[in-house]
């Protein structure tokens, strides 16, 4: 069974950090993009943070630039975001996914995605 993991939820405080997890299994996914994607309550899946297949090229939407990174163990098909300054607009289930083969460098768009995980729960207190 290929599925996608996700890990390192929990509550924190308003300028916080906190580092996200995605642990890949049934699959070996070095040569597909990864994103991580949110949804808050009564809110639509977003993306949040995408990085291409090798690991070197990173994007962002505007409202975490600068306060969170991806990053990814290809050779261990593992992802992690690294979240810092949160603040209480990114309470949120975050789930990671991975891209759809022939799309080597990741997309915002959902559909562009094969496989997510169940999320975990992120809460920002003010």
């Known amino acids: 069974q290929v599925q996608l993991v996700e890990s390192g939820g929990g509550l924190v405080q308003a300028g916080g950090s906190l580092s996200l997890s995605c642990a890949a299994s049934?699959?070996?996914?070095?040569?597909?993009?990864m994103s991580w994607f949110r949804q808050a309550p009564g809110k639509e899946r977003r993306f949040v943070a995408g990085?291409?297949?090798?690991?070197?090229?990173?994007f962002y939407t505007d409202a975490v630039k600068g306060r969170f990174t991806i990053s990814r163990d290809r050779a261990n098909n593992a992802v992690y975001l690294q979240m810092n300054n949160l603040n209480p607009e990114d309470t949120a289930v975050y789930y990671c996914?991975?891209?759809?083969?022939?799309?080597?460098?990741?997309?915002?768009?959902?559909?562009?995605?094969?496989?997510w995980g169940q999320g975990t729960q992120v809460a920002v207190s003010s």
């Open positions: 996914a991975v891209g759809i083969y022939g799309r080597p460098y990741g997309s915002c768009a959902p559909h562009e995605y094969s496989l």
């Open positions: 049934g699959g070996t996914f070095s040569d597909y993009a």
């Open positions: 990085i291409n297949w090798y690991g070197d090229k990173s």
